[in-house]
């Protein structure tokens, strides 16, 4: 993930797994446009949460628990 996130000819990276997607997320630089499809619980796992979405740039993710 490190490495697609600073590869100037990437534009987006798409996490695939609960831990990417949780490890991804809690980033605090974001210098792509990242999806994180699989968090599981953002309130244990910490993740940012505003107005129902992520509350970061360049942030968009999926939570499976509603």
């Known amino acids: 993930m490190e490495r697609r996130l600073t590869d100037p000819r990437t534009d987006l990276v798409t996490t695939l797994g609960v831990t990417d997607s949780q490890t991804a997320a809690q980033r605090v630089e974001r210098i792509k446009r990242l999806v994180a499809p699989f968090v599981t619980n ?11 979405a992520s ?5 968009s993710r999926v939570d499976l628990d509603g």
């Open 55 to 59: 509350g970061r740039p360049n942030l």
């Open 42 to 52: 953002r309130g244990i796992q910490r993740l940012p949460y505003r107005d129902g």
